[in-house]
């Protein structure tokens, strides 16, 4: 895919680090790509982190009742389709936000200069607008469960605004992030029963430590520059301890989510070894980050962050697998 250069043949249509393959060039029109690119609709992995749990809490909730005719364990369905609507919606608002509330900042860094307000592809006024937009889309969602789910979504604001300005006043950013995007650890749990209780509130904290590596390793792309221009991060916090740091935070988090799984009784009525299963499997892939980050190399930070995807699908399907598990052989238990 060419893009349209600019007199010093720099590509004017796109972000640096956008991956121009995407569907997001191939088949919206040109004018949009901005506001595509606000939204980062050409980079999901934003997206697919923030769903993840949501989706997690959703399988988890209904393996607090045994199955029966009226909760079969797995995850419903509607609730599952919601959550991926809500999680693109409230990505893309949330970027946009981020962007209106960094642009200066974003002008000095390398890796975003490029991007639509800062380039001046896109106006403050425009921005907002498509801001307001995505986050009815959001709100639209979030109506649909019950009134304590709603409550808890809409509280959850509170946290995604304070979350740009977070690297101006602390080393701990990262940790505001995962406040904000672990709030799905709630959500799932509160949109099947109306309540809460402590397994979504542990699931919630390993969700946040789990953020808090992730994102420390996607920091480190901009490690260099964020020091020139005053950005602080957990990546400059730790340095050279960042793989320690990760096993702390990577290894808390795996604790976190056991005893999430124990405390809403998942192999209560017998092993549902495939969530434990996941949980194992989860480790080996952090294992794997882990052991194979350079902080130096920022296509390698990159890969690292994104392969986080993959760690969602871990955790996903051993929860439903123990579900299945459990509806395929109930006279074992």
Same mark, same amino acid.
């Given at each position: 895919m060419r893009f349209q250069d600019d007199s010093r043949g720099n590509p004017v249509?796109?972000?640096v680090d956008a991956p121009s393959e995407n569907w997001v060039y191939r088949l919206l029109?040109?004018?949009?790509w901005p506001y595509a690119q606000l939204a980062r609709w050409d980079r999901p992995i934003g997206w697919q982190l923030l769903l993840w749990p949501c989706w997690w809490s959703a399988a988890l909730a209904p393996q607090w009742a045994a199955p029966s005719a009226v909760h079969t364990g797995l995850p419903d369905l509607w609730h599952l389709i919601l959550f991926l609507i809500g999680s693109i919606a409230m990505r893309g608002a949330g970027c946009t936000y981020n962007d209106l509330v960094d642009q200066k900042i974003d002008a000095m860094v390398a890796r975003t200069r490029s991007r639509p307000l800062p380039s001046g592809r896109v106006t403050p006024g425009r921005a907002k607008a498509f801001l307001v937009a995505q986050a009815l889309v959001g709100l639209l969602v979030v109506v649909q469960f019950n009134l304590f789910a709603i409550v808890l979504g809409i509280a959850s604001l509170g946290v995604v605004a304070v979350y740009p300005f977070l690297k101006r006043v602390t080393d701990w950013p990262q940790l505001g992030l995962g406040f904000a995007f672990s709030w799905g650890a709630l959500m799932g *749990?509160?949109?099947?029963?109306?309540t809460l209780s402590?397994?979504?509130l542990l699931l919630y904290l390993g969700a946040v430590l789990w953020t808090v590596g992730y994102d420390t390793i996607y920091a480190h792309q901009d490690r260099e520059d964020d020091a020139l221009v005053g950005v602080r991060s957990t990546a400059r916090l730790f340095g050279r301890r960042t793989k320690t740091a990760l096993v702390?935070?990577?290894g808390g988090a795996l604790v976190l989510f056991a005893l999430a799984f124990r405390q809403a009784g998942v192999g209560s009525a017998?092993?549902? *070894?495939?969530a434990y299963a996941g949980l194992l499997l989860g480790a080996v892939q952090m294992g794997w980050q882990i052991r194979s980050l350079d902080i130096d190399n920022a296509d390698e930070c990159l890969k690292l962050f994104k392969s986080n995807g993959l760690?969602?699908?871990i955790?996903?399907?051993?929860?439903?697998?123990?579900s299945l598990w459990m509806l395929s052989f109930p006279r074992l238990y």
């Open positions: 249509d796109r972000v029109p040109r004018a949009l *749990w509160a949109a099947f029963w109306g402590l397994s979504p702390l935070l990577y017998g092993p549902a *070894w495939p760690f969602g699908w955790i996903f399907l051993g929860l439903v697998f123990s």
